[in-house]
């Protein structure tokens, strides 16, 4: 069980699926979503949706509340182990959306 400590209490955090990342092109729209996840935003919204599953009643901006400058980094590390690289299929444009 992956669990992170923030702002001294203990948090359970779900790998992310397929839906968590539809959940993200849905918010954001369909558009490079390595570019997305880069932003603060992005990386709010990513970490409310690990949190949520586990701790249904925390709201994202108490998620953003949560992350500041001294954890940011941190924070950072453990979506990409939780979620893996985001990659293209071999000949599609990084961003492409097929239709």
């Not at 948090?11 to 959940?23: E, G, H, I, K, R």
């Not at 993200?24 to 949190?51: C, P, S, Y």
């Not at 949560?66 to 980094?73: A, K, R, T, V, W």
């Amino acid at each position: 069980m992956n669990t992170v400590s923030l702002k001294g209490t203990d948090y359970v955090l779900s790998p992310l699926t397929l839906n968590d990342f539809v959940a993200i092109e849905e918010e954001f729209g369909e558009q490079d979503i390595n570019k997305t996840l880069a932003t603060m935003k992005g990386t709010r919204h990513l970490l409310w949706l690990t949190l949520k599953k586990h701790h249904p009643n925390l709201k994202i901006v108490d998620v953003g509340n949560l992350i500041d400058i001294q954890n940011i980094d941190k924070i950072r590390e453990i979506l990409d182990k939780l979620g893996g690289e985001v990659k293209n299929p071999p000949g599609r444009k990084r961003g492409a959306v097929k239709k």
